[in-house]
């Protein structure tokens, strides 16, 4: 196995320059200062100790957050910036997709800039001859190749750009999330030339923030988080553990919602009680009479752990911890379920379920379950509440909870029926590649 | 340092297409085109023949008609200075291309000198029209010293330009000093005086640390004063050796700010 790009320990370190600015060009020069002045003041490292190997021939996916030097990475391997330490090689002729068309003038015309691009990119004006109609005609603007590129959509300037860097022909094609450029069909004349490259035994580098791609795509892949490689080899499982992590991380998120939701509603919000306050005015809070309180809710999975990133299907509990500092009869349990837009999903008390409310005393539980939480993905807020048959509230905590419903299907509404699909046999479907 | 000096001449495709490009963009659009090239000179040469030969006439003996002494330095003077202040902007102005792209940034300057070359080279026909209509038509032995003296001041303003293209970089306030001190330089320079008046010739040794002095001396001795002899020659030649070696510094120096570039721009 020969490797195309090699990284060997690399580390990139940014200055800032914040804070300390050069004074002035009069008092660098008269302290003869101005190579020590560009010296780091303050440092960012964007990547730490990175190293990586990409074989020769194969397709490798880099995924991580933003920020998490996925392109600092793919600059280093363009040869746009040096490592701060470590080393850097790539074998072949190199061609980045990193911005596109970055080196257009809006003046000139369409053709004029296809030959001045293929020469920044490091073709020769004989290729470029060679190549024009195949650009022309990938990036789909035969028409428009005389007028100015000022004139151009935003869409046509990134499919030039695209094409002409696609037909560089290079060994090392080097990709930063610039499938997003075009309409779906562009997108797949986009794929369709990667796969070209890969059967021709090109290697690709694909930065992105579709899994999807990486999981189709990529022989290998690794995940970089905070300028550090988490793990790499395997695209399914990089993927996978990118997205538990992803998942740990909007659990946290999810918490701190929640944490600062119910700390905004503390002290307990003495509103007089209003039977007719409108159920379905979404604005967070907590109010009531406190007679009996909720003092807990929690959000529980299958597992019965307390979670707020749940899987569409999954097993979701509210338990609510009640206090009743006096026996009370009449007592009502509500809970709702709302979407990131406010739409109430779905709405039921026990007193709507005819269950005749009876004694409660101390402290008490309820737990509300739903076996399959057929939701589509998105985040939802819950309220609690528990109040007398005619609405008069004890406690009432209104879109305090939030979790977060995540799938892998990318399906639209808010409600996923238990479904499936039958054909008869003269359709037929491929899975996907 | 010196392996990306003789990259440098790989190069010269892209330099090429792109001083093409600098300059077809700089007139699309316009309906006279490049033709701009030739009328801006022209209507400037004009406006001086007005001032000092009807308002305010100048009767120098030696430097007539005035107009065209004047024009054979600011002519070049302003092919120097326009490349200076282009050269300064260009790293900033081209700075997609430094970030985003592989690409050698020394082109950018250097484009910026060039591509005003271009410009000089068109302006210089209608110098040459004046000149001979004023019967200074310039002899053929001191047109010979003419590409020299050019060379010289393109190998000097090349210098210049990288390192104010580098420096620039990182102190923006160059861009607004440079346009004050080309002032200031335009004047010290014999350009719309001549070099032999008794008061420029009291301070002599200050106008001879002035590079841009045996430049301008040079094209009025081989356009404009045709009956003597190109005396200035040594002076030109020994600014062509010092421009080699400021090219060298200016470009160690740009070499070595070049890390910087991308992420600074």
């Known amino acids: 196995m020969t490797a195309a790009i090699t990284l060997d320990r690399v580390t990139k370190v940014y200055r800032r320059y914040t804070g300390r600015q050069f004074a002035t060009l009069k008092s660098a020069l008269l302290q003869r200062s101005i190579l020590r002045d560009l010296r780091p003041s303050e440092t960012f490292p964007a990547l730490t100790d990175v190293s990586f190997t990409v074989p020769k021939g194969a397709t490798y996916g880099v995924i991580g957050r933003n920020g998490s030097g996925k392109s600092s990475a793919l600059k280093l391997v363009a040869g746009i910036t040096k490592p701060t330490s470590g080393s850097v090689r790539v074998e072949g002729r190199i061609s980045a997709l990193i911005e596109l068309g970055a080196g257009f003038h809006p003046e000139i015309s369409g053709r004029e800039n296809v030959f001045i691009n293929g020469i920044m990119l490091g073709l020769s004006k004989r290729e470029i001859q060679q190549r024009f109609d195949d650009i022309v005609d990938f990036a789909e603007l035969r028409e428009f190749i005389d007028a100015p590129v000022k004139t151009y959509s935003s869409g046509m300037y990134m499919r030039l750009g695209f094409a002409v860097a696609i037909h560089v022909d290079p060994d090392v094609l080097l990709v930063d999330e610039v499938l997003a450029v075009g309409d779906e069909g562009f997108t797949h004349k986009c794929l369709d030339k990667f796969a070209e490259f890969r059967r021709r035994g090109k290697t690709i580098l694909l930065v992105t923030h579709s899994l999807n791609l990486v999981e189709r795509f990529c022989d290998e892949a690794v995940w970089l988080d905070d300028g550090r490689v988490q793990t790499h080899g395997d695209p399914k499982r990089v993927v996978g553990a990118y997205l538990t992590a992803v998942e740990a991380g909007e659990e946290q998120l999810m918490v701190a919602t929640t944490a600062k939701a119910l700390e905004r509603a503390e002290p307990p919000d003495e509103r007089p009680a209003d039977p007719t306050s409108d159920m379905f005015q979404a604005k967070e809070g907590r109010w009531g009479s406190r007679e009996i309180e909720i003092a807990d809710v929690a959000l529980l999975d299958a597992n019965g752990q307390p979670a707020h990133v749940f899987h569409s299907g999954d097993r979701l509990s509210i338990r609510l911890r009640v206090r009743a500092k006096e026996p009370t009869a009449d007592c009502v349990f509500g809970i709702g379920l709302f979407n990131a837009d406010g739409v109430c999903c779905y709405g039921t008390n026990t007193f709507i379920e005819e269950m005749q409310p009876a004694t409660i005393a101390g402290d008490a539980e309820a737990t509300f379950a739903v076996d399959t939480l057929d939701l589509v993905e998105g985040t939802y807020k819950v309220d609690v509440a528990l109040h007398k048959r005619d609405g008069y509230p004890y406690d009432y905590h209104r879109l305090l909870y939030t979790f977060r419903v995540k799938s892998r299907t990318h399906d639209v509404g808010i409600y996923r029926p238990r479904h499936r699909w039958t054909f008869s046999p003269n359709v037929r479907f491929d899975s996907k590649p | ?265």
Not at chain 2, 40 to 60: C, D, G, H, K, R
Not at chain 2, 150 to 177: G, P
Not at chain 2, 200 to 205: C, G, H, K, T, Y
């Open chain 2, 1 to 265: 340092m010196l392996h990306n000096l003789a990259s440098l001449v790989r190069y010269r495709g892209l330099v090429s297409s792109l001083v093409a490009r600098e300059l077809k963009a700089r007139y699309r659009g316009s309906v006279l085109g490049f033709v701009w090239s030739f009328i801006n000179p022209l209507l400037l040469l004009l406006i001086y023949s007005f001032v000092f030969t009807t308002i305010m006439p100048n009767e120098t003996v030696g430097v007539q008609p005035y107009a065209v002494f004047m024009f054979c330095g600011i002519l070049p003077w302003n092919w120097f200075s326009t490349s200076l202040s282009d050269a300064a902007g260009s790293l900033l102005a081209g700075g997609n291309l430094i970030k985003k792209v592989l690409f050698p940034a020394e082109v950018l300057p250097l484009v910026s000198v060039l591509a005003n070359m271009v410009h000089f080279f068109l302006g210089f026909p209608i110098l040459l029209v004046f000149l001979i209509a004023s019967g200074h038509t310039p002899h053929l032995t001191a047109l010979l010293w003419f590409p020299l003296i050019v060379a010289v001041q393109l190998l000097f303003a090349s210098s210049l330009a990288l390192m104010l293209a580098a420096l620039t970089v990182h102190f923006r306030d160059i861009r607004d000093i440079l346009a004050n001190v080309l002032m200031l330089w335009f004047f010290a320079t014999p350009i719309i005086y001549p070099w032999f008046q008794p008061n420029v010739q009291r301070f002599r040794w200050l106008f001879n640390i002035n590079p841009f002095t045996h430049l301008a001396v040079s094209y009025q001795e081989v356009l404009f004063f045709v009956n003597g002899p190109f005396g200035h020659w040594k002076w030109l030649v020994a600014l062509g050796g010092f421009s080699i070696l400021l090219f060298l510094a200016c470009y160690w120096l740009f070499d070595r700010l070049r890390d910087s570039f991308a992420e600074a721009v």
